[in-house]
C-alpha cells in the first residue's frame, strides 16, 4: 500500500504543472500602439490625405499651360490667295502668360502651408489613436483585475461559509449566517457576470482600433510602473505651448490665411501675356510676330480690395480660432491634470493606509470569529470592506494611467517611461 501511495505521489509531482491552466501571453501596450501607426484605418486614411496635399504644391508654383493657335488667313471667299496677296496665309502662333512677379511663390507657400497643417492633423490623430488604446487597455486592465479580485472573494465567501456550517454544526453559530455568506457568494457572481461582459467590450475596442476581428482573444494586460503624475501643471502648459500638434496645425493655418493677403495683394498687380507667331505666305516672304500683353486690374475697386477684405478677415478669424483652440486645451489639461492628482492621491491613500487597515482589520476578524469574540456581520463587514478598497484601489489606478494618456494626447508627448512614446514624429512624404 505504501508503494502505491508513493507511485501516485511522485506522478502527481511530475504532472501536476500540465492540469494548470496555461498561462496567458502579456498584452504588451507598446506593441498595441505601433501596430495602430501601421494598421489603423484612420490613421492610413488621414496619411493618404495629406500626401495628397503633397501632391498639390509643385502645380501651384507652375507657370499656367501654354496656348498654341493656328490661324489660316484668306482674302475673300471665291478664291484661295495663298502666295498672292500679302495679307492671305497660314500661321501658328505661342503664348504664355506670367504672372506678377512673386504670386507663383506665394501660391506654393500658400499650397506647402496646408500640406504643413495636414502634417500636424496626422500627428493628431496618431496621438488620439494611441490615447484610445491606451484607455481601452487600462479599461481592460482595470476590469481583470476587478474579477480576479472578486473570485478571491468568493473563494474567501467560500471558507466563510464553511467555518459557519461547522459553527453551526457544533452548535455556536446561528443558520441564518449561512445563509447570508451564501447570498454573498450569490453576489459575487453576479457581479462577475457584467465585469466579463466588460472585458470583452474593452477587448473588441482595442481590436478595432488595430482593424481586427473584435472577437480576436487578446492576452493579460501589463500593469504601468507610474502611480503619480511626472510633471506639474506648469511644465505640462509649457510642453503643450510647444509641441502640440493640435496647437501646430492652427498656426499653420493662421499662416496661411496669413499669406493668401499677401497673394491677394498682388492681385492689384498685371499679369503679362507673350505671344509668338509664324506665318506662311506661300511665294512671299513668311512673316513673324511678337506680341506683348498686359491684364488691366479695370475692377480691382469691385473685385480685387473685395477679395483683399476677406482674405484679411479670414486669416483675423484663423488667429482668433488658434487663440481659442489654445484656452480650449489649456482649460481641458486643467482638467486632465486635476482627475489625475485626485486618482494620485488616491491611490496613496489607499496604498499606504487604507488597504493595510483592512487587511489587519479581517485577519483579526478571522482569528476572533471561531473562539466567537466577533460576530458573523463584523467579519462579513471586513471581507467586504477590503476587497472593496481593492476594487477602489484598482480603479483609482487605471483612471490615472487613463488621465496620463488624455495628457500625453494634449501636449504630444510620453509620461510613461517604460512603452514607446505616444508617437513616433511623421516623415513627410516624398514628391519626385
Known amino acids: 500500500m505504501k508503494k502505491i501511495f508513493l507511485i501516485y505521489a511522485v ?3 511530475c504532472t501536476w504543472r500540465a492540469w494548470l491552466p496555461a498561462e496567458e501571453k502579456p498584452l504588451d501596450l507598446a506593441n498595441l500602439i505601433n501596430e495602430a501607426y501601421a494598421r489603423n ?58 504672372p506678377y512677379f512673386g504670386k507663383l ?37 482595470y476590469w481583470q483585475k476587478a474579477v480576479e479580485i472578486l473570485e478571491k472573494q468568493k473563494v474567501l465567501m467560500q471558507k466563510t461559509l464553511a467555518l459557519t456550517e461547522t459553527q453551526y ?31 470583452t467590450t474593452a477587448e473588441a475596442k482595442i481590436n478595432l482600433l488595430l482593424d481586427y476581428p473584435a472577437a480576436r482573444p487578446l492576452g493579460k494586460p501589463e500593469g504601468i510602473d507610474c ?17 502640440s500638434p493640435r496647437l501646430k496645425e492652427a498656426q499653420s493655418m493662421w499662416e496661411e490665411k496669413s499669406i493668401m493677403v499677401q497673394a491677394m495683394r498682388k492681385e492689384f498687380k498685371p499679369d503679362f501675356r507673350v505671344t509668338v507667331g509664324w506665318g506662311y505666305k506661300g511665294k512671299l516672304p513668311d512673316m513673324y510676330e511678337l506680341m506683348l500683353g ?9 473685385k480685387q480690395q473685395n477679395r483683399l477684405q476677406e482674405a484679411r478677415v479670414m486669416a ?62 463584523a467579519l462579513l463587514s471586513d471581507i467586504s470592506a477590503l476587497f472593496s478598497a481593492e476594487l477602489a484601489y484598482y480603479r483609482e489606478l487605471s483612471q490615472l494611467w487613463g488621465n496620463l494618456a488624455a495628457l500625453e494626447a494634449l501636449i504630444g508627448g510620453a509620461l510613461f517611461e517604460k512603452i514607446a512614446p505616444p508617437n513616433p514624429p511623421t516623415k513627410a512624404f516624398d514628391n519626385k
Open 316 to 377: 483675423e478669424s484663423a488667429g482668433l480660432d488658434s487663440t481659442a483652440m489654445r484656452n480650449d486645451m489649456l482649460t481641458e489639461l486643467n482638467e486632465y491634470y486635476l482627475r489625475a492628482k485626485t486618482s494620485e492621491n488616491l491611490v496613496r491613500l489607499y496604498k499606504t493606509r487604507i488597504l493595510p487597515q483592512a487587511r489587519l482589520a479581517l485577519e483579526a476578524s478571522f482569528a476572533a470569529y471561531p473562539v466567537n469574540k466577533t460576530d458573523f456581520m
Open 41 to 98: 484605418p484612420k490613421i492610413k486614411a488621414v496619411e493618404k490625405e495629406t500626401q495628397a496635399y503633397l501632391f498639390r504644391i509643385k502645380p501651384a508654383q507652375m507657370l499656367p499651360d501654354p496656348m498654341i493657335e493656328f490661324s489660316v488667313k484668306n482674302m475673300g471667299l471665291d478664291q484661295w490667295m495663298l502666295g498672292k496677296d500679302p495679307n492671305s496665309g497660314v500661321g501658328v502662333s505661342f503664348s504664355q502668360v506670367f
Open 105 to 141: 511663390k506665394l501660391a506654393g507657400d500658400i499650397a506647402r502651408k496646408v500640406y504643413e497643417g495636414r502634417l500636424q492633423a496626422l500627428e493628431t490623430v496618431k496621438l488620439e489613436t494611441a490615447r484610445d488604446i491606451k484607455m481601452a487597455y487600462f479599461d481592460l486592465y
Open 227 to 243: 502611480e503619480t503624475v511626472p510633471l506639474t501643471l506648469p511644465q505640462l502648459e509649457e510642453t503643450l505651448l510647444k509641441q
Open 11 to 13: 506522478f502527481f509531482c
Open 294 to 302: 498686359m491684364e488691366i486690374p479695370l475692377f480691382a475697386g469691385r
Open 169 to 199: 454544526a457544533v452548535g455556536s453559530g446561528a443558520q441564518n449566517d449561512i445563509f447570508k455568506a451564501q447570498l454573498e457568494i450569490s453576489r459575487m457572481e453576479e457581479m462577475i457576470i457584467p465585469m466579463k461582459a466588460m472585458i
